[in-house]
Structure formats: C-alpha cells, structure tokens
C-alpha cells in the first residue's frame, strides 16, 4: 500500500515536471507548428546559468531567476536567428534543424561547463513531508514543483485568454497574414512565443534539477517523455499537456516500479502509438479529426 | 482618397500587375473588376503591403503607403479582408472584433465594440461563441465588423460575395452602402461578380492581364456591351 | 598513385571474370594457413617501442552520458606518465599515452581501438574502460597479440579465461569477490538483517548478486534494479522499502549513491546502507550531496557517515596514507585543472601497475614478453593495492581482495582486515601479503620487481 | 561510326538497370582498388563508412523521396544486427554469410512493416516524435531480456572463417592474401552495392514515382489514384530492410552488438549523413557516411593541436556535426551534393546562354525539390 502510494506521488512529481516540459512545447507548437526538439538542452544551458549564479555565491532565487530570464532570451535569439527562416517551409527542415541544435547545444554546454555530475540545489526540504506518522514521498521542493507548475499553467492561460498581447500571440499563431492585416507585428509575437516556451522549459529544468543532479545530458530523456505527454494532451492545449504529463508520470513510475525499468521507454513509446492511433487529436480534442 | 500610380508587380518572372494607375474617391465605392487572373487580388495585396510592389507608388489622403508593413496600415486608415474572409475560427466572436480594435490604437475602445454591435445584432447575439460555427453570411458580416474596428477611411473588400447565397450577398451589400453613406467611409471592392458589385460602386475600374483596359463611372461601364461581353462577363 | 591506378586498370577486367570462375577456385595461392593472425610482436622491435619511446593507448567515455567522472581517470593516468617521463621514462623510454573517446559506444569503441591499434600502433591497450565496450574490442585485441591490460572494469570476463584472452587482464577485484567479501560479511555480522538489493542491471550487478547469494541467499528480501541513464529510482527505492529491508546492498555508480541517499530522505527509509566500492567515493558523493541545505542532507563528505562500504586502494579521503600523498604531488605538479579526486587516483593506480610490468618485462620490449612477465612476477607487484593481483599462468584476475570499512568523517574506519579470496567456491581468508602496509619509493617511480 | 557509337551507347544507356549496373560494376572496380591498397586501419574505417552508407541510404530514400522523417533508424538497424548476433554467435554456427545477411533483412523488414503502418498515419514532427520514442525504446528492450539478448554486455558476433574459395579468389585477384578486416571491408562494400543498386533502381520505377508523387502532394498523388498508406509503408519498409543490412554489417565490423551501440546518437548520426549529403541523394547519403566516419579523427586531432584537453578536444566532433546541420538547413537544405548539382548546373545554364533564370528555388525548399537521385536526371 505504501509502496503504491509512493510509486504515485514520486509519479506525480514527475509528471508535474513533464507537463512543464510539455507546455513549453505546445506554447512553441501553437505559435510556429514547430515542435522544438532543442527544447531540452536549451533548459539544460539554463539550469546551468543557475549554478554558475550559485557557485558565485549568491542565492537560489537569484539563479532561479536568472535561468528564467536566460531561458526567456534564449528562446528570443533562437528564434530570431535560427529559426526565422525556417518557419513556414517543410517541417522536416524545422525538425532537422533542432535537432542540430539539440546537438550543437550539448557539446557546447560540456565544452563551457564540463560533462560531469553537478548537484543543484533546492529551496525547500529535501526530505518527505510526515503524514499521519509515515513519510510520504512528497518533499516540500515536491509540492513547489507542483505548484509552479499549475501556477504557470494558470499564468499562461490568463494571458492567452485575458491579455490584449496573448490575443495577438494567438491571432499570429492561428492565421499569421490576417494577423498581419489587423495589425499584429507577427514576427514579434512567435518570437515572444519562443521566449515564454524557452522560459516555461527552463521552469521544467529547474525543477528537474532541484535537488537531484545535473550534467549536460540529464534533460535528454525529458526530450521523449515531454513530446508524449504533449502529443497526449494534444499538443495544442496547454491544460492537455499538463494532464497528459501527469497521466504518463504516473503511469511510467508504475511501470518502473512494477515492470522493469528498463521498459519504461518502451512503455511511453507503446502510450504515444495508442494516443496517436485511437485518439490523434489528443485526450482533449475539441475539433474534428487533425492531421498528426 | 486612394491614389495609385503606375503599380506593378509580379511573382518572380510573372508580371501581375503592369502600369495599374486609378483613384478611388472619398466616400465612394470604387469596384475593381476583371476575369480570373486578372490581377485584382494582388493589387489588393500590393496595396495593403502583403505583397512589394516593383514600381509605383500609392497614396492615402496624401500619405504614401508603398514601403510601409502591412501590420502598420490599421493606423494609416488602410483596412483590408482578404479574399476567403479570414475569419480567425479558432478565436470567439468578441476576440475577433477586438483584434481589429487593437490594430489602430493599440487597445480596444469598448464603443466601438458597441458600434459595431449595433450594425450587426447577430454578432453581438454570438459574441462568446467560436467564430468556427458562424455561417458564411456571419462570418462575411464579423470580417466586415472587425475591419470597422479599427475606425479606417479605406476598406479593402476582397470577393465578399464568393460562395455566399444571392440574398446575402444583396444583405451585405445594401449594408455597405449604408456604411459609406453614413461614414462617408470609402471602399475598394473586388469582385468577379461584376453586376452585383457595379450595382452598388460608384465607379469601376476593368483589369485585364495586369492592365487597366478601362476606369469610368459605373453605370456607363454597365451600359457599355462591348466592354461588358469582353471582360466582364455578362 | 597514377601507377597503381594503372596496374589495376586490367584488374577491373579480371574481376568480372573472377566473380564467375570463383567456385572453381582458380586461384593459385601457395599459402594455406588462416589469413588473420599476425600475432604478437617479435623481437625489440615491438609496435609502439622505440629506443626513447613507448606508445601505449586507451578507451575511454569522454562525451556522452557515461562520461561524467570515468573521463577523469585518463586525466590521473595521464598525469602519473607524464610524472614518470619526467623522472627519465622507463628504461629511458617516455611513455606516450593516447586516449581515444569512445562516448561508452561498442561501436566506437571498435572505430578508436583499430585506430589506436592499427593506425597508431600502440604496444598495449592500457585501462580500456567499460564493459560492453570492452567487450567489443578484447577478442581483437587477442587476435591482433596487444597486451590489454587494467580494464577498468570488475567484470569476470577480463582475467577468468587466459586461455581465450592470454593478452587481456584484469585490475580491480571483480565484482563477484566483492559480493562474496560483503556477502560473508553480513551472513557473520548481521545474520537477521532482511537484506535488499539495490543493482545496476548489467554485468556488474549481476555478478555480484552472485557473489552476495553465495552467502546469504537466505536472508535476500528484495532485489531491485536500475537502468544507468534513467535517474528517476524512486520506484526501486520504494520496493526495498515496500519489501522491508533493513540492510541494502548497493552496487551501483557514484551518483547514484547520491540520488539512492535522496530518494531515501523523500521517502524516509532508513536502512543500513551498504555500497560497493565503485559507488562509496565519499568525497564524490558528499560533493554531490552537499548542495542540500536546509539540513536535510549534511554537506561536505561526512554525508555518508554510517554507510558501509569496501576499499582495495586508499583513496583521496585518507590524505596522510603515503600513497594517496603520492599522487596528490604528482597531480600538483602534473595534473590538469581541478582537484584530485578518486577517479584520478584510480588511474594513477593503474598507471603506476602499468609502469611496474614495463620494468618488469625488461629492457627489450615485446608484447610477449610483457604478458610472460606479468603471469611470472605479476603476483609480486607493489602498489596501493591493498591485496596482491592474481596474476598467474591460470588467471588474470586482478586484485584479489579488499577490506569492509564503515565510512566516519568521510573516511573508512576499518571493520575487517584486507580479506582474499577467488571467484567461485575459493575460500575467504585474511590476506598476510602485508600489501596493506607498504608505501611507494621515495621517487615515486616503482622500481624493476 | 558515329551512329555506330551512338547505338553503342543506347543499349546500356535505354535501360536504367542496366546503367544503374554498369555504375555498380564500376563502383565495385574502384571499391576493390581501393580497399587492396588500403591498410587494416583504413579498411575497418571503410567498412564502418559502409554500413553507415547503407542505413543512410536507406534513411535518405525515405525521407528524400517519400518525405518521411525517421528518427528510429538506429533502433532498426540494433534489430538487424541482434539478428545477425542471434546466428553467429560461435564459430560453428554454420549459418553461411549471405543467409544471416538476408534473415537480417527479413526480420528488420517485418518490424519495419509494422512500424511503417504506424507511422503511415503521421507527418512531420508527429513522425519524427515517435520514431524518436522507437529510438529510445528498442534498446530496453535488450536488457529486459537479458538470458536471450545478453543485456548490457550484448551478444558477441563471431564471424565464421573465411570460405577458401575466397580466400583464393582474393589472392587470385589481388595477389596477395586476405585479411580478415579486408574481407569485412569487402562485405559490406559489396553489401552497400547491391544494395544501392537496388535502391537506385526501385526509385526509378513506378513505385518510386509514387513515393515521390506523395511527398510532393497528397491531394494530386490521391486523385491519381495511389494509395498514400501503401506508398507510405512500402517505401518504410525498403528503408528499414537497408537499415536491416547496415545492422547486420555493423555486427560484423564491431563483433558485437550491445545496447549501447543503438543509442539516439546511432539515429541522429544517420539523419546528419542524409542531411549532409542532401536529402534523396543516394551519393550524398555515401558522402555524408565518410565524412561522419573520417571527420571526428580528424575534428578531434585539430581541437588537440589547438590546445584543447581530450575531453574538450572529443565534443568537438559533434559540435561540428550540429553546426553543419544547422548551417546546412539555413544555407542549402539541398545538403552537399544538391547544392554542387545545382551549381553545376547553373554554370551550364549561363555558359549556355539560357542566363539567369534558373532560380534558387532547390535551395530553398530541398525536401520537396531535390527529386533526383545520385544517377541523376541530367543524362
């Protein structure tokens, strides 16, 4: 019983990870139909900013913040210079050319900071909160992971909904030429699109990070998890990707715990192949069938 | 008033339009006419900035347009619905609409919400709904409304009458006239359907292969057969 | 080039013809023996030994997720040679260390040893790590007569069959000695703890599972295993806690010493934690684990207090052993950026065993000669090894044993005298070499055995 | 004389498998040349270009022609080459080469057929996200399954003796004896041969008209009555039986096959071959499979050279690799030889009066342009 209940929670909280990973994807599918393969190594680069931050001795929330505001930039300057000229053309280019960044971004990272295991700090408790007299495995970095999570889910759903800016990121997603004709600066609005996604996965970085290691490939495996969780969501709803990473958390820390971890990849690959086949429009498709 | 002055352009070695000059007075409705492929769509999109121009200039009320991005045109009074409506259907009604608003000043005045809401009351009735579900009368009618958002002097129509029912189409159009009538708004209309649209234009410009074969009042291109079995197809 | 290109001008036509006549096998060729062996180098002039120079070669993860902490140690081989080469080399030979990366790939393990081998020409592999990728590589290494020796790796394979692999030897106590040594140790000590299991799943849990259940099959409530590369071993944790464990056997990397430990503290389980030598680095982990303030996990290297583990080589948290003092001015004057850590020391080691079979093999080289006297004198050895290799004849097995200590202050405080033993059904017994005891020559270079 | 020479040309020339053999036959001429005067070294190197080549090949007739994106070629190929593990694993197998090659075949096919199916239904990024998931998921499987596929460790691959009427063939060919890397070298050249001969040929038929009358539009390529599953999984599963042959080859070089041989790395490889090389373009694929080979060692020596540690000097490699793939898509997403061709054919153009007219669009938009194959359409 409690081994269920922990294999849940330590799903739970990885699934919130995966769900940040996969908003983050779905803010850059939503606004450029490019699915950001370098989504992972560009928050890798910024967990280490972080830790540069840290090592120079100041505090968590100062790295903290400044891996937002590096992941924030970053995805303004990928945008801009590498991506720009793809958009719009064949999707195999756009997909080749994050992977190239995939791996440009890596090798650079175990260049600048060399390729070994890093500890990253957390703000909270490491150790399982006390319920009722047993340790549940739920830290207090567990609960603020959960936490940003939604609150950035809430954050963004308020700016696409309530804000004038978030209006036109969607305008400028859905129909970039009409957007054009109203008005919208399209280009600007993909690039600002780009920005928030690199700082949502540089949230997802962060709390991946926290309290655990890090070294230039300790994102990779998010890579695949996130794109499921997304494409479970429906890559186009931000609650989906948060639902979707949740489900495949947990789902995955079952199979770990109870399978065999070395199936767990096989796993997510069986749970992305059935979405795709039974229900490509993801968990929550609103509209008629779409081209996946 | 909308000048346009020796306007050509084309894609790649394909010339669209050659040489086009025209006026389209204030408070007017100038109609363009022409077949298929006769270059009225690009000069709307050369007009509005969607597409550059090779040489030519254009002029608003004394202003040059050539050279400015057509996200910039809503606040020089430019508005334009391009052919096939452009409804953005995965936005509701009133996110529409305020699209259009914030194209001019940068922020929505809730009057013009209510303006518009006014002219069209079966806008106001889906407000709230996905745009997705208007039917292709509403959608021409929120396309309309939206371009009217922005308060502009010169609306672009591009083929408001495709696909639509003839009832309709003498709806939208007899609330065009009202508009220009009542805002003294002037409209750059273009249409295949060159009986409809004369029928309501003041004036008629006639393109043929990127050319302006002829530029006079309406009810004189109307009247003259010639013209009309040559290029305009009735 | 135009010459050859015109010699084989009329080869072109020949072919044609040649693939037709093949089954009647028109050839004329006078020598029937099987085309591949060369074997080892003859005489002085082995491959890779010149008059002032030796070249020897190594495998290593250099990019990629293994990488982090292996790519240290050919940075503490590297800097043990060049401490050599500085002292004259041996017998007036430098050592000339090429390290290829292998990004913990077979198959670039096979791309860089053909080039190391065949291409560079070195005289031996030298501390080829990892054990598929060695895998990849031994039975070449074999065919081609290149000594292979201290792969850094505990798997049986590279010294339990001379016979098949008469070039490649072992270094570090296998794993299955290992298992045998904790194995017994907890039958002794703790005969009502309900053990658990915590494995990397590959050569090196597996063999020491074997070695564990030879003693205490009995009292195995659990074993769980992790995949390398997938941190996330919340679930594992939770089956040894789920199944009772009061003791875990760990055979696990450094890392995931420290992710084990924080998966713990989340889940609050407080068993007796056991690790392997390969994961106990207390300096490594308490590194890692030192970031987590707020009290829940000790900072510096007193965070594995209480934690059992083994040793076989003195490692850089017993500063005053004269070996690791050693190495310390060897790093100091050759090393690299950063500080000396366990996994340079673990190179120096080996390196410094290398340098000692060089000496013994003598002034005229050859590849055989090495592995002949390595089988004679190889026993013999001096070293930091807390036990003497095995090397014989019949085995080239490494180290033949260690001690278990509990970690205090981030040091091991001894538990049991340096324990020997063998795999299979090979007795444990106390070990009266007196390895344990010695210290390097006041050069720092060994000298002939 | 000249009519003479003319028709003399046709005979060959009018049928494209028989051009397509006379280039091989030739290819196979050079290959011999080369891997006789190469060393041991160089040979091994070869043959690595070699299975390289094949899995690009086949990766590249994919994606190049069919427009799929396959991240899981690595995965593929672990399953071509576990298979030729599973058979060769002592020296008495008995199972003859050319039959482990084919069962390789055969088997990554099948897994390739149900692959293709579920792959069928996606497009861009869907189909790149999945294959990506395959890449990541087969090598588990290897290790679950540790008492039949050897778990980390891997299956060894014993290569069975070299038949002696190689051996005499080689000797009576070459004169000099066989060694055991240049027979290896010589397997998998001839490998990459028939299998590029194969491949060159089926993209010229009717099927792979249709592979490239549905990457360019599968609304036309529908009306036109071929059927987009079909076309889709047939031209997967010509891709995953190459993939099958690289596998089986890669066995063979390595002499094992372990997990982590089929990293995403493996997978990404192959796409940076194809991409370099210029989509579509079996040539190119060869091109990007020796640079992929050649170019660390040589990246690798010059970052030592500059001062770089080892460990610094090592990420070089694919530093360049991502560099080039980006620099690739953004300046000639025709890859290497599609952009030389169009060069070439610019010059011809302008040295022929025709001017300037032949735009740059092949640059621009290189999967859905560049058609032709590396027996190109400029005869």
């Known amino acids: 019983m409690q081994q269920l209940l922990n294999t849940a929670l330590g799903g739970l909280t990885l699934g919130m990870v995966y769900a940040a990973f996969a908003l983050a994807l779905v803010l850059i599918w939503r606004s450029t139909r490019i699915v950001n393969f370098a989504q992972a190594p560009m928050a890798m680069v910024t967990t280490f900013v972080a830790l540069v931050v840290v090592d120079a001795g100041h505090s968590y929330w100062l790295a903290f913040a400044a891996a937002l505001v590096s992941g924030l930039l970053l995805g303004a300057v990928v945008e801009r210079l590498v991506v720009r000229p793809v958009e719009g053309g064949p999707e195999i280019n756009a997909v080749i050319l994050t992977l190239g960044l995939f791996i440009v971004l890596h090798a650079l990272a175990a260049v600048v900071f060399g390729n070994r295991y890093r500890s990253f700090p957390a703000p909270f408790g490491v150790r399982g909160l006390e319920v009722g007299g047993t340790t549940i495995a739920l830290t207090g970095f567990g609960v603020f992971t959960v936490l940003a999570v939604l609150v950035t889910m809430g954050l963004l759903l308020a700016l696409f909904r309530y804000t004038d800016v978030g209006l036109r990121m969607r305008a400028s997603a859905f129909n970039p030429e009409v957007a054009r004709l109203l008005g919208v600066r399209v280009g600007r609005m993909l690039t600002l699109g780009w920005a928030l996604a690199s700082l949502v996965g540089s949230l997802a970085g962060l709390l991946i990070a926290g309290g655990s290691l890090v070294h230039p490939a300790y994102m990779d495996s998010v890579v695949v998890y996130g794109f499921v969780a997304a494409v479970l969501g429906g890559l186009d709803s931000p609650i989906g990707a948060v639902v979707g990473g949740l489900l495949l958390g947990v789902a995955l820390s079952f199979v770990s715990g109870y399978v065999g971890s070395q199936l767990v990849a096989l796993a997510a690959l069986v749970i992305l192949m059935l979405v795709l086949t039974l229900r490509p429009g993801g968990l929550f498709a609103q509209a008629a069938a779409r081209r996946v | 008033m909308l000048t346009v002055t020796d306007l050509s352009a084309g894609y790649g070695p394909v010339r669209a339009l050659d040489g086009v000059s025209f006026t389209a007075d204030r408070g007017r409705v100038t109609a363009v006419l022409g077949a298929n492929g006769a270059g009225k769509t690009t000069l709307l999109r050369t007009i509005s900035g969607l597409h550059r121009a090779d040489r030519g200039s254009v002029e608003l009320d004394g202003s040059r347009l050539d050279r400015v991005a057509a996200e910039r045109m809503p606040a020089l009074g430019l508005a334009h619905v391009p052919e096939g409506r452009g409804v953005i259907t995965e936005l509701t009604v009133e996110e529409n609409l305020r699209l259009g608003g914030l194209g001019r000043a940068g922020r929505v005045d809730p009057a013009d919400l209510e303006r518009v809401y006014t002219l069209f009351p079966v806008l106001a009735d889906r407000r709230a709904a996905l745009a997705h579900v208007l039917s ?31 009832r309709i189409v003498a709806q939208i159009f007899e609330l065009l006239r009202g508009l220009v009538e009542s805002e003294s708004l002037s409209v750059l209309l273009v249409e295949q359907n060159a009986r409809s649209a004369l029928s309501i234009a003041h004036r008629g410009v006639v393109l043929n292969l990127g050319r302006v074969v002829a530029d006079d009042d309406a009810d004189v291109l109307a009247a003259d057969d010639q013209l009309r079995h040559a290029y305009l197809g009735f | 080039m135009r010459r050859r290109l015109h010699r084989s001008a009329p080869l072109a036509a020949v072919l044609a013809g040649a693939l037709l006549l093949s089954a009647c096998g028109a050839g004329g060729r006078s020598d029937d023996g099987d085309g591949g062996d060369e074997g080892g180098g003859g005489g002085a002039t082995a491959p890779g030994v010149t008059e002032d120079s030796i070249t020897i070669g190594a495998h290593f993860p250099l990019t990629g997720v293994a990488a982090p902490g292996y790519n240290e140690i050919p940075t503490g081989a590297k800097a043990y040679f060049d401490y050599v080469n500085a002292q004259g080399g041996v017998n007036g030979r430098q050592i000339e260390y090429l390290v290829r990366d292998d990004g913990y790939n077979p198959t670039n393990t096979s791309s860089v040893t053909n080039e190391l081998v065949l291409e560079e020409e070195i005289f031996a592999m030298v501390g080829g790590l990892g054990t598929p990728t060695h895998s990849a590589v031994v039975d070449f290494l074999n065919d081609e007569g290149v000594p292979d020796f201290f792969v850094s790796s505990g798997s049986l394979q590279w010294g339990d069959d001379p016979e098949n692999a008469p070039y490649t030897f072992g270094w570090q106590p296998d794993y299955e000695i290992e298992g045998k040594i904790i194995g017994q140790y907890v039958a002794e000590n703790m005969p009502d703890a309900k053990v658990g299991l915590f494995l990397q799943d590959d050569d090196f849990g597996d063999d020491a599972e074997k070695g564990v259940r030879q003693f205490l099959d009995e009292q195995i ?80 290297s007193g965070s594995l207090d209480g934690v059992m583990t083994t040793e076989y080589i003195p490692g850089v948290d017993q500063p005053d052993d004269p070996w690791v003092q050693l190495w310390q001015k060897v790093w100091d004057e050759h090393g690299e950026k950063g500080e000396l850590t366990n996994y340079r020391v673990y190179g120096m080691s080996h390196a410094y065993a290398f340098v000692q079979a060089l000496l013994a093999a003598g002034e005229d080289l050859t590849r055989d000669g090495l592995v002949e006297a390595m089988e004679e004198v190889g026993a013999d050895l001096d070293g930091p090894q807390l036990a003497p290799f095995r090397y014989s004849a019949d085995s080239h097995l490494g180290i033949s044993g260690l001690r278990v200590v509990e970690i205090r202050d981030g040091a091991g405080e001894d538990l049991t005298p340096v324990l020997v033993t063998d795999i299979g059904d090979a007795e444990i017994a106390e070990d009266d070499s007196g390895q344990d005891g010695d210290a390097p020559p006041e050069s720092g270079v060994p000298e002939a055995p | 004389m000249a009519t003479a020479l003319r028709r003399g040309r046709t005979w060959w020339a009018g049928s494209v498998l028989g051009r397509h053999l006379l280039v091989a036959l030739l290819g196979l001429v050079v290959v011999v040349v080369v891997l006789e005067s190469a060393s041991d070294f160089r040979n091994l190197q070869l043959a690595s270009m070699a299975y390289l080549g094949i899995a690009a090949g086949g990766l590249t007739v994919l994606t190049g022609l069919n427009g799929q994106i396959s991240l899981g070629h690595g995965a593929l190929m672990a399953i071509g080459a576990y298979t030729t593990a599973l058979l060769l694993d002592d020296r008495d197998a008995g199972t003859p080469l050319p039959l482990v090659v084919l069962a390789a075949v055969a088997v990554t096919l099948l897994v390739g057929a149900v692959v293709g199916a579920a792959a069928a239904r996606l497009h861009g990024p869907y189909l790149a996200g999945a294959t990506l998931a395959l890449a990541v998921a087969v090598p588990g499987i290897a290790l679950y399954f540790k008492e039949q596929l050897g778990g980390e460790q891997g299956l060894r691959v014993v290569l069975p003796d070299i038949p002696t009427w190689v051996l005499d063939l080689a000797f009576f060919v070459t004169g000099q004896d066989l060694t055991r890397s240049r027979y290896v070298a010589c397997l998998a050249w001839l490998t990459l041969i028939v299998t590029f001969v194969l491949l060159a040929n089926l993209s010229r038929t009717r099927v792979g008209r249709r592979w490239r009358a549905v990457r360019d539009d599968e609304v036309a390529a529908e009306l036109a009555g071929i059927r987009l599953g079909r076309a889709r999984v047939s031209a997967f599963v010509v891709s995953a039986a190459a993939a099958g042959a690289a596998g089986a080859m890669m066995a063979i070089t390595v002499r094992l096959a372990a997990p982590s041989g089929f990293t995403i790395t493996l997978s990404l490889t192959l796409l940076t071959a194809v991409v370099l090389g210029g989509l579509g373009s079996l040539g190119g694929a060869l091109l990007g499979a020796a640079l992929l080979t050649f170019l660390p060692q040589v990246v690798t020596d010059l970052g030592v050279d500059a001062g770089l540690s080892d460990i610094q000097a090592a990420e070089l490699a694919p530093l360049v690799y991502g560099l080039v793939m980006v620099v690739v898509v953004l300046v000639a997403p025709a890859g290497l030889v599609g952009t030389a061709r169009t060069a070439l054919l610019r ?33």
């Open chain 2, 136 to 166: 292709g009368g509403e959608r021409q009618m929120l396309v309309i409304a939206r371009a009217l958002m922005a308060r502009p002097t010169m609306l672009l129509l591009d083929e408001p009458s495709l696909g639509l029912a003839p």
């Open chain 4, 347 to 379: 010059r011809r153009l302008q040295r022929a009066g025709t001017g300037t007219s032949t735009s740059t669009s092949t640059d621009t938009a290189a999967p859905t342009s560049t058609s032709t194959t590396s027996k190109g359409t400029t005869t």
């Open chain 3, 221 to 300: 409530v659990a074993a769980e295993r992790y995949t390398s590369g997938n941190t996330d071993v919340g679930p594992q944790i939770a089956g040894l806690q789920a199944a009772g464990a009061d003791l875990v056997l760990a055979f696990n990397t450094p890392s995931y010493t420290a992710l084990s430990q924080l998966v713990a503290l989340k889940l609050g389980y407080q068993p007796q934690w056991f690790y392997s030598n390969v994961g106990s680095d207390a300096d490594l982990v308490g590194s890692l684990l030192s970031r987590f303030s707020e009290g829940a996990v000790e900072g510096g």
